[in-house]
């Protein structure tokens, strides 16, 4: 334990710089992963105001998905806030999505409920885009039934869409999560 804590020290006030290191990434990883989280908020508070940035980032974004995972939500709060004041182009980003996807599962109730309402807005495009449809999907399995619901009860709304996005690429599998979700 004593071991672990002196590596994690040696990454104060570097955090960012190894959040965006392909090597050093995965020694952040592990310390978040194994540290008590008591020990973690330095991670935190290097990360505050850098959140977008490291979801967007093809290394960062795992560590704030170990964050995320392993944190009380009361310490992560800052950083997903974040996160979800630009949610709906994270949703979009081939690295971001993981993020949100994350705070669907690992996430407060209304942290939930606030990505399904921010999809629920443009629904129809976001479950036929290429990276959005996943998050889609994701909301279809962790947000609360009410959510779930609206969601769905949107992707109906119109019979021709709702054919089409059974038909496109994307929109296919989300249709099929639809289906399960209607099954429970």
């Not at 071991?3 to 955090?15: D, F, M, W, Y």
């Not at 990434?25 to 592990?30: A, I, R, W, Y």
């Not at 850098?50 to 392993?70: K, M, Q």
């Given at each position: 334990d004593a071991?672990?804590?002196?590596?994690?020290?040696?990454?104060?006030?570097?955090?960012r710089e190894a959040s965006a290191s392909p090597h050093a990434?995965?020694?952040?990883?592990?310390c978040v992963e194994l540290l008590p989280?008591?020990?973690?908020?330095?991670?935190?508070?290097?990360?505050?105001?850098?959140?977008?940035?490291?979801?967007?980032?093809?290394?960062?974004?795992?560590?704030?998905?170990?964050?995320?995972?392993?944190?009380?939500s009361w310490q992560t709060q800052a950083i997903v806030d974040e996160v979800l004041g630009?949610?709906?182009?994270?949703?979009?980003h081939t690295f971001g999505n993981f993020v949100v996807q994350h705070v669907l599962e690992h996430g407060t109730a209304p942290q939930r409920s606030f990505v399904a309402e921010m999809l629920l807005a443009d629904i129809q495009r976001l479950a036929r885009h290429r990276v959005a449809s996943h998050v889609v999907r994701a909301a279809l399995?962790?947000?609360?039934?009410?959510?779930?619901?609206?969601?769905?009860?949107?992707?109906?709304?119109?019979?021709?869409?709702?054919?089409?996005?059974?038909?496109?690429?994307?929109?296919s599998f989300v249709v099929r999560e639809m289906r399960r979700e209607m099954k429970r």
């Open positions: 071991e672990r804590r002196r590596v994690a020290a040696q990454l104060r006030g570097r955090v990434n995965h020694v952040l990883q592990k989280v008591e020990d973690l908020q330095f991670v935190l508070d290097e990360l505050k105001g850098h959140a977008v940035a490291a979801s967007r980032h093809r290394y960062g974004c795992r560590v704030l998905e170990r964050l995320i995972e392993r944190c009380p630009s949610a709906s182009q994270l949703c979009r399995v962790h947000c609360a039934a009410e959510d779930r619901h609206q969601l769905i009860m949107a992707m109906r709304a119109d019979p021709n869409e709702l054919a089409d996005l059974a038909h496109h690429h994307c929109g």
